[in-house]
C-alpha cells in the first residue's frame, strides 16, 4: 500500500472477515476494494479539500466521488480523520457546481484537460460538461449523510448555501428548457448517445409539467427522452434533505419551504406522467418520458436506477409500484437485462450487449430485505470478478473473465457496501 490505511479500516477488515467466517474469497475481495479507492483515487489538496479520481480515468466525476466515498461513513462516525477526508470532498463539489453546475467532471488543476473538445461551455477546470441531473444530486446527499453519520454541521457553510441556491434555479430552469435554459451539447464523429439532438438542445419535452430535465443520463449516455424518472426522484430526495438542513442547522424557514414545495411539485409529476399500466407486472415506473406520452420502459446499471429508487429513499422497498417495477426490470422485458451460465441481472446501453455490472448487481442486493438473497448476489458477483478480486464495469455474462474497465472505484465502493450490508454495518439516512 503507497498509504498507510486509518486504524479504523484496518479494524473495519478484520470484524468483516470474522462476520465472514470461512469466506476468504469474500473477505480478500473487501480489503481490496475496501482500500484500493482510499489508497489510489483519494488526493488531499493543499487547500484542506478532497479530490477522488474515478480509477482509470484521470478526472473527478461529481457521482462517481461521491460514491466512491460513501461507504466510509461508517467508519467516519468514529474516525475524524476519515470524516475530514469525506467533508474535504463535499467542499470542493461545492466550488465544482459554483464554477459550472452543468458540468459532469472536473480537473484538478485548470489546465484544460478534457474528455473531448465539445461544442459548449467549456473552461479550464472542466472535464467534461454533459448536464446530469443526479450530477447535483449526489452533493447534496453526500452533505446529509456526512451530517446524520457524524453529526457534523461545520459543511453547511457560504459554500453549501451557494450550491444549493445554484442547484435549485437550474433545475427550475429546466423545467423548461426549451425555452429558458442556456445550455447546449454538441459532440462531433462520436456515438449518437455521446451528443445532443437539435443542435445541442435534446430531444423535445412538453414544459412545465414538475419535473426537470436532463441532457444525460449517470452513465454518460443522452437521454432519450428528457424526463428521467429516477434521477428526478432522486431530486425529490434531496430537495427534502436540504429542507431538513435549512430547518434544523440554518434556521433558513424560507429555504425549508421552497424546497418542500419544489419537492412535492416533482413528486406528482412523477406520479402522474411517469406511471404506467404494465400489461404483466402492473402499475410500474417509466425510465424516461416526454410528456407528450412518449416512454421508456428500462433500465440502466447506473444509479439512480429504477433498481436503486429505495436505496436513494423516494419509497420504501415494499411499495407496490416500486416492487412491480423491480419484476419487470429483472426480466426480459428490460432491454438490458441479461442471462448468461454464469450470472443474470442488467447491464446498459453503456456497454456490450451481454454485460452485466456489477454496480446493478451489488444494488440488487442493497435493495433486498432478505439477508439470504445478499449472500446469493455477493457470491455472484465473487464469481464474476475475472480472477482480480476487484470490481469491473462490466462482464460477459457466459465468460466473466471478459469485462470492461478493470480499475472502476464506484463499482468497488458499491460491492463494499453490500458486504458491510451483510455483516450489519449501514450508512445512517
Not at 54 to 70: E, F, H, K
Not at 74 to 87: F, G, N, P, R, S
Not at 292 to 321: H, T
Request: net charge negative; proline share 3%; hydrophobic share 35%.
Amino acid at each position: 500500500m503507497d498509504k498507510k490505511l486509518p486504524k479504523s479500516m484496518e479494524e473495519m477488515i478484520k470484524n468483516v472477515r470474522e462476520k465472514l467466517g470461512n469466506e476468504k474469497k469474500l473477505g480478500d475481495m473487501f480489503e481490496k476494494c475496501f482500500t484500493n479507492t482510499l489508497d489510489t483515487t483519494v488526493k488531499h489538496m493543499e487547500d484542506g479539500t478532497t479530490y477522488v479520481i474515478t480509477g482509470d480515468i484521470p478526472a473527478m466525476w461529481l457521482r462517481d466521488s461521491v460514491c466512491q466515498l460513501r461507504p466510509y461513513l461508517i467508519l467516519a462516525k468514529e474516525d475524524e480523520e476519515v470524516a475530514d477526508t469525506i467533508e474535504g470532498l463535499v467542499n470542493r463539489l461545492y466550488r465544482c457546481i459554483q464554477s459550472d453546475a452543468y458540468a459532469n467532471a472536473f480537473n484538478e488543476k485548470g489546465d484544460g484537460m478534457c474528455w473531448e473538445k465539445d461544442e459548449t461551455d467549456m473552461g479550464p477546470y472542466i472535464w467534461e460538461r454533459k448536464y446530469e441531473i443526479d450530477s447535483l444530486c449526489f452533493p447534496i446527499q453526500l452533505s446529509y449523510l456526512l451530517w446524520k453519520n457524524t453529526g457534523r454541521t461545520s459543511h453547511f457553510n457560504e459554500d453549501f448555501k451557494k450550491a444549493v441556491s445554484i442547484i435549485l434555479n437550474v433545475w427550475r430552469t429546466e423545467q423548461n428548457h426549451e425555452a429558458n435554459s442556456p445550455y447546449r451539447f454538441i459532440r462531433k464523429n462520436c456515438y449518437f448517445t455521446d451528443t445532443l439532438s437539435r443542435d445541442g438542445k435534446g430531444s423535445f419535452v412538453k414544459p412545465n409539467i414538475g419535473m426537470t430535465w436532463s441532457g444525460f443520463r449517470p452513465s454518460d449516455d443522452a437521454c432519450v427522452y428528457g424526463y428521467l424518472v429516477p434521477s428526478n426522484m432522486f431530486a425529490v430526495v434531496v430537495l427534502e434533505y436540504i429542507a431538513q438542513i435549512a430547518e434544523l442547522v440554518l434556521k433558513d424557514e424560507k429555504l425549508k419551504e421552497e424546497a418542500l414545495s419544489f419537492s412535492k411539485e416533482i413528486r406528482e409529476a412523477i406520479e402522474n406522467y411517469a406511471v404506467l399500466k404494465n400489461y404483466e407486472f402492473g402499475k410500474v415506473y417509466a425510465y424516461e418520458i416526454d410528456g407528450f406520452g412518449q416512454y421508456l420502459l428500462m433500465d440502466d446499471a447506473n444509479v439512480p436506477s429504477l433498481l436503486s429508487i429505495p436505496y436513494l429513499g423516494y419509497v420504501d422497498f415494499k411499495d407496490e409500484v416500486y416492487q412491480n417495477t423491480r419484476k419487470m426490470i429483472l426480466s426480459e422485458q428490460n432491454p438490458y437485462f441479461y442471462k448468461g451460465t454464469k450470472a443474470q441481472g442488467i447491464g446498459s446501453p453503456h456497454t456490450p450487449v451481454n454485460y452485466i455490472w456489477h454496480i446493478s448487481l451489488g444494488m440488487q442486493g442493497l435493495t433486498s430485505d432478505d439477508r439470504e438473497y445478499k449472500k446469493q448476489i455477493l457470491d455472484t458477483i465473487a464469481a464474476t470478478d475475472g480472477g482480480t478480486n476487484m470490481m469491473h464495469e462490466g462482464f460477459h455474462v457466459d465468460q466473466p473473465e471478459k469485462f470492461t474497465r478493470d480499475w472502476f472505484s464506484w463499482a468497488n465502493a458499491v460491492f463494499c457496501e453490500l458486504v458491510l450490508d451483510y455483516c450489519g454495518y449501514k450508512v445512517e439516512r
